[in-house]
């Protein structure tokens, strides 16, 4: 059964470091979103991909973040200079339809 | 703007009973998807049901089933004979058209399930 796969399953950055969080959609999905789940809270919506370009974003997707498709398979977000704030687990989603929305397992991001 | 609400924020039973989480939705759409995700203590989100607007059938699952009501905006999920392996965190969620197409869930703040053997 095709899968969400997300590098890695945990990283540990120093505050102000640049980190990539990887992604590799289902490989025939159009529809490309990143979400965060601080510890204990919700999962909150950042940012959804489509046809190259975002689609919709959220207020917490702001400048320090971006994301890409750089090679027509793999899915990135970047933080460009972490916070502590920023430690949360980072899901990773994608669909072909709107019925849909399969997850990544995540990737828990600690900022120390 | 959409918006789910899951009122119980932890439950605890013990092993065997019943046990219904709660989710009320709110969104002016007329299509839209709910969902219901379990999130063990390992943090992946496991994949449970999903219905869509038109489809107001309830479900049964093995020890799981799904009441949809349109009317009250609810979508609730009751696990009968609860195990010791069903506790968890348990997140609805709801897709609708946002406007820029995108289709983003919003979920609820999850309800945290304890089954106590």
């Known amino acids: 059964e095709p899968e969400v796969t997300q590098t890695p399953s945990h990283q540990v950055t120093q505050m102000g470091q640049e980190v990539i969080l990887r992604c590799v959609p289902i490989s025939n999905h159009l529809y490309f979103y990143w979400y965060r789940q601080i510890l204990g809270q919700k999962v909150e919506f950042l940012v959804s991909?489509?046809?190259?370009?975002?689609?919709?974003k959220s207020e917490i997707f702001d400048d320090q973040f971006s994301v890409e498709r750089p090679d027509g398979s793999n899915f990135t977000l970047k933080i460009r200079s972490t916070k502590l704030e920023d430690s949360a687990m980072y899901f990773c989603?994608?669909?072909?339809?709107?019925?849909?929305?399969?997850f990544g397992q995540g990737t828990r991001l600690t900022v120390v | 703007a959409q918006k789910v609400t899951q009122a119980q924020t932890e439950i605890s039973v013990v092993e065997k009973e019943d046990v219904t989480l709660d989710c009320v939705y709110e969104?002016?759409?007329?299509?839209?998807?709910l969902f219901w995700y379990k999130q063990p203590p390992s943090g992946e989100l496991v994949f449970l049901i999903r219905r869509n607007s038109f489809d107001e059938q309830n479900e049964i699952s093995g020890r799981y089933s799904w009441n949809f009501q349109k009317s009250t905006s609810s979508f609730n999920f009751t696990i009968t004979a609860s195990q010791v392996v069903d506790s968890a965190v348990y997140f609805c969620?709801?897709?609708?058209?946002?406007?820029?197409?995108?289709?983003?869930?919003?979920f609820g703040k999850g309800t945290k399930l304890s089954v106590i053997p």
């Open positions: 969104t002016r759409d007329t299509t839209y998807y």
């Open positions: 989603a994608s669909r072909a339809n709107p019925s849909e929305a399969f």
């Open positions: 991909f489509y046809n190259n370009e975002i689609s919709e």
């Open positions: 969620a709801l897709s609708a058209y946002s406007g820029a197409g995108s289709y983003q869930l919003t």
